[in-house]
């Protein structure tokens, strides 16, 4: 992962044209009223009501720079924005050949080029811009912080194209550090060879190919022997669902009682991926999976979706949250709790990981399903912290979007009836409901009768 | 000496080859070799020296502190004279030898000398290495009279500068009667033929140079015409040829340049070129073309460099699902910027088009005001663009040509508005390209 | 000063324990082993043993963070027995693969169904050919210096397996007899540094992947059965080994114990019997008895069951006419004790052939007394006169 910077990001579908960007920036930049000196063109003179800015997209690999033959072009590391050195320009527009978005332009009244430098990281275009057509992105930042950590996981991996699964490791990897034991029960995770393959590892971390059903008691026992000689060790179980909430759920389930210093990372993707798509304890209602086919004679999976997270919540555990790859500032504030969760006690992150090959959905769209499945409140995203006695949502949603889009994505719902949406919605009704009823009423023990 | 990488050059092709080697391999050993003494830099920056636009100080590419970061190993003043791939061995002007696992030929282009009797033995100056620009300034300093033989860009570009120093110069055409024939039509050429005779170039295109007599270390420069120019400062910038006299017999194949494939391999296993040595792909024909420009430099060494060292089958891959022009070579569109005297033209794609060729033209010509623009559309797509002190992209309107984007029924729009029509295409490609990925 | 302590088999193993400080002890309940656990529990509570006390919820992970901690390094001890064992299988039959040198007390106990808690060796034998080095006891005092030994054979670098020590339920484990605890000094001595995982460890500090994805294409199938044939090697190695712990167990200790197998009043003997665990006594004093008699009868005790003897089998076997093998389970497959068929196997390696006659007895708790030795005696005095019974003998059964 390289660095990731802030960024301007442009909505042409917003911009209603009023050229307001324009004006503040020839001011900002020229203290001029004439918009020649603007760095920032809209899309205003079309026969249509066709609008947009159009800016510098301060690239990751910035063809100017390489098209610049004085070295007046140059990617700041620290920033990312693409500068320009007056003192080297030799005026050649060579350039200007190079960029494909238009982003630097020969301005004739300075015979010089010129482009958006992000004015120092506070945009006058983003403050004057009524219609949010142009946003100043600073998300980006956990990318940055996370950038500048080693990548523990081995290049090239054997997943899916259109896995959740190499940004979660990745990220999650980055974040807990070296220091760490890696435990990977049978499932997509050591599939894909995170555990290594005929002699070759695929971590620079320790790493264990665990049994589907142990993975929390055998780390359990890692994190109990570095604790008895003094050495602060973190173990970290990336686990399916099905080495979570099925198969393995007893020794997760004693290892969360008795309060063992694990983190525990459930990457639920509802199902037996890797062994060809078979259904788990938290396949959803009416999911097709090929070990609950559709016919005339069955409809997809009978029952419920087992909900693992508020059963761990009930574990006592210092620390259980819920989350998702495609909110990534989310999930790494939650990881960091985790850790310093696992640091006392037992640590347990839900994150829901959508599979393009056993739901059915186009690669690109894995954050995309994320998205709608918080979106819809399918799942919720929260947070419980046991010693703050604390339970709230990190991403409420107050006014979900419609069941039948979620469902609509995905090819394993494609054949639901409409009795069967509206199980679905009542089932999502009813945790989210429950979920308000647990962050409204707290987590505190109750007070003593009066 | 050993090392994996070997690359010989170190202008864009080089240095865009081994910042994408170290994007995949950061440790293997790599050595880029210049025959010149100071650090990379861009032969296009020469004229803006003779020019004294800008520094010299200023306009490297890089400097030590960066061939320390990315472990590079980075020789000054070191000449191949010959490769031995067989042995995959370099031989170098100074008797040693560098052995490589993996060469990468960038050594751009040399100066053609025409054959005019008497040019050969005068004391005549190029202008294609830091040095050429050093001794043309050194010259220049005590000339009065300057003549430039070649209208081409560095030719041009050379008159410009010279006459600037304060020189009386004598711009002499080359084999073609146009000035810049390669990027401009006749009508934007004596736009800009116009502008430099209104700043005191002498340039009778009419004139041809016949030979060349040399004494006391001036040269006279004897016209068709019978005319005698004599001058203190002779400079000859009538082209460039690749660079590959010290190919031996290595095998390596080439024609004008080095022949390279998609890849920017050659014949010989384990050896590259790219940049101007190179002889590459052609973005409308068959047949493999120079085409001697900067951005093409940069795009194939970035290609020769991920082979080189790069992941073999994401690369594959990514040509199976129907692949990224980025990741292999499909050829260049020309282009080009030309800008003199406070004026900025620019040419892309097939800006020399005519009508008789089925091409549809679109102009926009104002000489008073040294405005002119062209498109050239082959049906609803364009194909190629010039402009003269007009406000367009340049870079969109390349991968509008690159991207070969139907315009359909936004031609009439474009024509007449070409800058937001172009910008707004440029939108939609791009956003279209993720929508429709979706 | 050792001390001489009276305890039953449990505890006795739990001063194994004791003695040989494991770093971890994991503990679960099941009859007839739930007092082991328990007395390790009081050890660790009281501060005599500091270890940490792993009170997990079901024999599957009992294993299972015993193996975590041996892959981090630590010296490991549990116990278990009949269900559990069956249990605890899966990480069970990895133990051996992974070449972690667990202790682990089996406390015998048959198999249900029918439905039973008591003793009977079934379970151990179940598990005869997953890997683990399997030691019997025949008394308390054997029980708690085998477990010491036990962390010496395991972690010894040509061996590096995990060990079984076993023990009948019920006639050990309940049965309370004088035991001799060594000084806590000659024990650390005998213990020395622990050395459980030299050879690959969940260490950040060197990481590496412990068991990748390993067969199918070159070089995976061959890695693979290279590791297999360097685990059989380290099980044979083994055979080695064990004596010589044994011996140095000895000469610090004075206590002896055969390390493979037991040879009694076999030199000049002509026919003889087999015992495993705690039968051996009542064995040894049927032969006594018949050795009164004049009968020229012996015994052979099974110490090490796996891996099988077989040098120490061949010598003992050839001294005699014929033999008779008492087992405490059965063997399904072939309508006979698991032990007989050993010696079966072990036939071929003799110059001549001998008879051989299978009797099972004491399951489920049933006692084996000097009747049915004296009745396996004399089914071996008949088969060395030609007279071999063709059928297993099913001794204590309900007609």
Redesign the interface.
């Known amino acids: 992962m390289g660095n990731a910077y802030n960024t301007l990001v442009v909505y042409?579908e917003k911009c209603n044209g009023c050229g307001e960007c324009e004006k503040a920036c020839a001011k900002a930049k020229a203290d001029s009223t004439d918009i020649v000196h603007s760095r920032i063109?809209v899309?205003?003179?079309?026969?249509d009501e066709?609008f947009?800015p159009?800016v510098c997209m301060q690239c990751g690999e910035p063809?100017?720079v390489?098209?610049?033959?004085?070295?007046a072009l140059t990617k700041n590391p620290e920033t990312g924005v693409v500068e320009w050195d007056e003192?080297?320009?030799?005026?050649?527009?060579?350039c200007?050949?190079?960029?494909?978005?238009?982003g630097?332009?020969?301005n004739?009244l300075m015979?010089n080029v010129m482009k958006c430098d992000h004015c120092g990281g506070d945009p006058e275009c983003v403050k004057v811009c009524e219609p949010k057509a142009i946003e100043y992105k600073t998300e980006a930042n956990v990318y940055k912080d996370q950038g500048e950590r080693e990548d523990l996981f081995a290049?090239?991996l054997a997943a899916c194209l259109g896995c959740n699964m190499e940004i979660l490791i990745r990220h999650t990897l980055r974040h807990v550090g070296?220091?760490?034991?890696l435990a990977a029960p049978p499932g997509c995770v050591?599939g894909i060879?995170v555990?290594?393959?005929?002699?070759?590892?695929?971590?620079?971390?320790?790493?264990?190919?665990?049994?589907l059903?142990?993975t929390a008691?055998?780390?359990?026992?890692?994190?109990?022997?570095?604790?008895?000689?003094g050495r602060d060790?973190q173990v970290l179980a990336l686990a399916g669902d099905g080495g979570a909430a099925d198969v393995g759920f007893?020794?997760l389930?004693?290892?969360a009682?008795?309060g063992e210093e694990v983190l525990f990372v459930c990457i639920d993707n509802e199902g037996y991926m890797n062994t060809g798509m078979q259904r788990s304890g938290t396949t959803p209602y009416g999911s097709w999976t090929s070990t609950t086919p559709v016919g005339s004679s069955l409809p997809g999976k009978s029952g419920d979706q087992k909900y693992m997270p508020l059963i761990m919540l009930m574990h006592n555990c210092e620390y259980v949250a819920t989350a998702v790859m495609a909110y990534m500032e989310d999930y790494h504030e939650k990881l960091e709790k985790a850790i310093q969760a696992s640091k006392k006690g037992f640590a347990y992150l839900h994150v829901f990981s959508p599979c393009t090959t056993g739901w059915r959905y186009?690669q690109?769209?894995t954050m995309?399903v994320q998205r709608q499945a918080v979106a819809t409140n399918t799942f919720p995203l929260w947070e419980y912290e046991r010693e703050a006695e604390k339970f709230a949502f990190t991403h409420p949603v107050d006014n979900p979007t419609s069941m039948e889009d979620y469902i609509g994505m995905l090819g394993k719902f494609r054949h639901l009836s409409k009795e069967q949406i509206d199980h679905h919605r009542n089932t999502v009704a009813t945790r989210i409901n429950l979920l308000k009823a647990i962050a409204e009423e707290g987590i505190k023990p109750l007070k003593a009768a009066v | 000496m050993q090392t994996k990488y070997l690359i010989i050059g170190s202008s864009h092709a080089g240095l865009t080859a081994a910042e994408e080697i170290r994007v995949h391999d950061a440790g293997g050993s790599l050595t880029m070799l210049t025959m010149e003494d100071c650090l990379p830099y861009s032969p296009t920056i020469l004229p803006y020296i003779v020019e004294g636009k800008v520094e010299e100080k200023l306009i490297y590419l890089r400097d030590e502190k960066y061939f320390q970061e990315k472990n590079i190993n980075f020789l000054k003043g070191k000449k191949v004279v010959n490769i031995d791939a067989k042995a995959s061995k370099v031989s170098l002007a100074d008797g040693s030898e560098i052995a490589y696992e993996k060469l990468l030929v960038a050594t751009g282009g040399n100066p053609t000398v025409p054959p005019v009797p008497g040019l050969k033995e005068a004391n005549y100056l190029v202008l294609q290495t830091m040095e050429d620009a050093r001794k043309i300034n050194e010259v220049a300093k005590n000339a009065k009279h300057a003549v430039v033989m070649g209208t081409g860009l560095v030719g041009m570009h050379a008159a410009e500068a010279l006459g600037k120093k304060g020189l009386q110069v004598e711009l002499i055409r080359g084999r073609r009667r146009a000035v810049l024939p390669n990027y401009f039509d006749s009508d934007a050429g004596k736009l800009i033929h116009q502008v430099f005779l209104d700043n005191g170039i002498n340039c009778d295109l009419d004139k041809h140079v016949k030979e060349v007599e040399s004494a006391n270390g001036k040269s006279k420069v004897v016209l068709d015409s019978g005319e005698a120019l004599e001058t203190d400062l002779l400079v000859v910038g009538t082209g460039v040829k690749p660079r590959i006299d010290f190919l031996g017999d290595s095998g390596i194949q080439a024609d004008k340049g080095i022949l390279v494939d998609n890849m920017m391999k050659t014949s010989v296993e384990n050896v590259w070129a790219a940049g101007d040595v190179a002889q590459a792909a052609d973005f409308y024909g068959k047949e493999k073309v120079l085409t001697g420009i900067l951005p093409d430099a940069s795009d194939q060494g970035k290609i020769a460099g991920l082979d080189m060292a790069g992941d073999k089958a994401v690369n594959l891959a990514f040509d199976e699902i129907g692949g990224q022009a980025a990741l292999s070579y499909r050829g260049g569109v020309s282009m080009n910027t030309f800008n003199f005297y406070g004026n900025k033209s620019f040419s892309v794609g097939l800006s020399l088009a005519n009508e008789e060729d089925g091409y549809e033209i679109d102009t926009m010509s104002l000489p008073t005001s040294c405005m002119y623009q062209k498109l050239v559309f082959d049906g609803d797509f364009l194909v190629g663009a010039v402009g003269i002190n007009v406000t367009l992209d340049p870079g969109i309107l390349v991968n509008i040509i690159r991207l070969k984007i139907d315009l359909k029924d936004k031609k009439a729009e474009f024509a007449s508005n070409p800058l937001d029509m172009s910008r707004r295409i440029m939108w939609d490609s791009w956003r279209g390209a993720i929508n429709t990925a979706g | 000063m050792p001390k001489r302590i009276v305890v039953d088999g449990n505890e006795a193993a739990a001063y194994g324990a004791l003695l040989a400080k494991p770093d971890m002890c994991a503990v679960f309940p099941i009859t007839p082993q739930s007092s082991v656990g328990e007395k390790v529990a009081t050890f660790i509570a009281n501060g005599d043993l500091k270890a940490d006390l792993l009170d997990v919820e079901g024999e599957h992970s009992v294993l299972s963070m015993l193996q975590g901690g041996a892959l981090a390094g630590a010296r490991t001890f549990t116990a278990t027995c009949g269900q559990g064992l069956a249990f605890m299988f899966e990480p069970y039959f990895r133990s051996p693969n992974l070449r972690l040198p667990i202790v682990m007390c089996i406390v015998c106990r048959d198999g249900i169904t029918p439905q039973c808690v008591w003793g009977g060796q079934q379970d151990a034998m179940t598990v005869k050919e997953v890997g683990w080095i399997q030691m019997h006891c025949e008394n308390n005092q054997e029980i708690t210096d085998s477990i010491v030994m036990a962390y010496r054979i395991g972690e010894h670098s040509d061996v590096m397996l995990p060990v079984n020590v076993c023990f009948d339920g019920n006639f050990l484990s309940y049965a309370a007899e004088p035991v001799e605890i060594v000084d806590e000094e000659i024990a650390d001595k005998f213990m020395g540094e622990n050395n459980v995982n030299w050879h690959a460890a969940l260490d950040p500090e060197r990481p590496m992947a412990i068991d990748p994805l390993t067969g199918m294409t070159a070089p995976g199938g061959e890695a693979f059965a290279r590791y297999r044939e360097g685990q059989c090697k380290g099980m044979q190695n083994s055979l080695r080994v064990i004596p010589e712990i044994h011996k140095e167990w000895k000469e610090l200790t004075g206590h002896d114990f055969a390390p493979l197998i037991e040879e009694y009043r076999l030199d000049d003997a002509e026919h003889a019997i087999m015992t495993i665990g705690s039968m051996t006594g009542a064995g040894k004093d049927a032969v006594d008895v018949a050795r009164d008699k004049g009968k020229k009868v012996g015994l052979i005790k099974v110490k090490t069951f796996r891996p099988w003897p077989l040098k120490a089998m061949v010598s003992a076997l050839s001294k005699i006419k014929a033999l008779s093998v008492v087992d405490r389970s059965v063997n399904f497959g072939w309508n006979c004790g698991p032990l007989y068929q050993e010696v079966l196997a072990t036939l071929p390696f003799l110059d001549k052939k001998i008879p051989l006659v299978s009797l099972i007895g004491g399951l489920a708790g049933t006692d084996l007394t000097i009747d049915h030795m004296a009745e396996a005696i004399k089914t071996a005095e008949d088969a060395a006169q030609g007279k071999v019974a063709e059928e297993t003998i099913w001794l204590n059964k309900m007609y």
């Open positions: 042409p063109k899309l205003k003179n079309l026969e066709y947009g159009v063809s100017c390489k098209s610049c033959p004085a070295g003192d080297k320009c030799v005026s050649c527009t060579i200007t050949l190079g960029c494909p978005y238009g630097i332009y020969y004739p015979s290049p090239g070296p220091n760490t034991v050591p060879a555990v290594g393959i005929n002699g070759f590892t695929g971590t620079k971390v320790p790493s264990f190919h665990p049994l059903t142990n008691s055998m780390l359990a026992g890692v994190r109990r022997y570095y604790k008895h000689i060790v007893q020794s389930s004693g290892a009682e008795r186009p690109e769209k995309e």
